[in-house]
């Protein structure tokens, strides 16, 4: 059986990366496409706004 491929953005470089290739401190991910790993930036950021929008109607 042939191992889920995954993609990882490298923020030192902005180059979608297949499999974990750089150090952790530089890369983000994993991805499910490299369409995914190129706005990495774009969807942690969205990911943020939302996590900071719940605990705003917790408090």
């Known amino acids: 059986m042939a191992e889920k491929q995954s993609y990882w953005f490298n923020q030192r470089t902005g180059q979608v990366e297949v499999g974990p290739k750089s ?5 983000l991910g994993p991805f499910d496409s490299a369409e995914e790993a190129a706005r990495a930036e ?7 706004r939302r996590l900071r929008e719940e605990e705003a109607e917790e408090d």
């Open 42 to 48: 774009q969807i942690i950021a969205e990911r943020a």
């Open 23 to 27: 150090i952790a401190l530089d890369r």
